[in-house]
């Protein structure tokens, strides 16, 4: 069974800095693509980020470009994401999911993170 | 990246059928087969219901079918039942390899 575990949310500050992690197992990590996919409270999904399966190929929606950074150790089938310079806009749910072709094939639960003073 | 276009909400009585679309443009929906449509209810995490236009993933209900034409998706559920009842996103990949998804649509179960 395909299981996506992600940890990491919390409190913090704005300008802060807070690390992701999603934990894979169920499949073989090193062969998917993987995603992070986030939700404010009340709104709607929005893409964040996308890793290819060797970590080696990234892309970020241009809202998180250049404070946000994917990367993935697959001989610890995790998934992970830094987040810096964080501000109030960036809360929301974080979900990983596992792609198939360009889909989210399979979600986490997500973890909530919350920027604010 | 903008979001892509879907309706706000879309209802229907049990066993009709409904059409959600979504608009997008030669960047995205227009320019590859790669929509993909999610189920999410409150509180839960999204579900993939159709992938790449029209494609099911195992164990999705074949009411649930997908199509496209030029820069808008949609997403069909034959035989509505009150599980039905939930939000619906639309996604798309885009000239930027990146992934955009549309606003969501609220679907009630009259």
């Known amino acids: 069974e395909v299981q996506l575990v992600e940890s990491g949310g919390g409190l913090v500050q704005p300008g802060g800095s807070l690390r992701l992690s999603c934990a894979a197992s169920?499949?073989?990590?090193?062969?998917?693509?993987m995603h992070w996919v986030r939700q404010a409270p009340g709104k709607g999904l929005v893409w964040v980020s996308r890793i290819n399966s060797d970590g080696s190929t990234t892309s970020y929606a241009d809202s998180v470009k250049g404070r946000f950074t994917i990367s993935r150790d697959n001989a610890k089938n995790t998934l992970y994401l830094q987040m810096n310079s964080l501000r109030a806009e960036d809360t929301a749910v974080y979900f990983c999911?596992?792609?198939?072709?360009?889909?989210?094939?399979?979600w986490g639960q997500g973890t909530l993170v919350t920027v604010s003073s | 990246q903008s979001a892509l276009t879907q309706p706000a909400s879309v209802s229907g009585s049990p066993g009709q059928s409904i059409t959600i679309s979504c608009t997008g443009t030669?960047?995205?929906?227009?320019?590859?087969?790669?929509v993909s449509w999610y189920q999410q209810h409150p509180g839960k995490a999204p579900k993939l219901m159709i992938y790449d236009v029209s494609n099911r993933p195992s164990g999705v209900s074949n009411r649930f079918s997908g199509s496209k034409s030029g820069n808008t998706a949609s997403l069909t559920i034959s035989g509505l039942q009150a599980e039905d009842e939930a939000d619906y996103y639309c996604?798309?990949?885009?000239?930027?390899?990146?992934?955009?998804f549309g606003g969501g649509t609220k679907l009630t179960v009259l």
């Open positions: 030669s960047s995205d929906v227009g320019g590859y087969n790669y």
């Open positions: 996604s798309s990949y885009t000239t930027s390899s990146n992934v955009v």
């Open positions: 999911a596992r792609a198939s072709s360009t889909s989210c094939y399979y």
């Open positions: 169920g499949f073989t990590f090193s062969s998917y693509w």
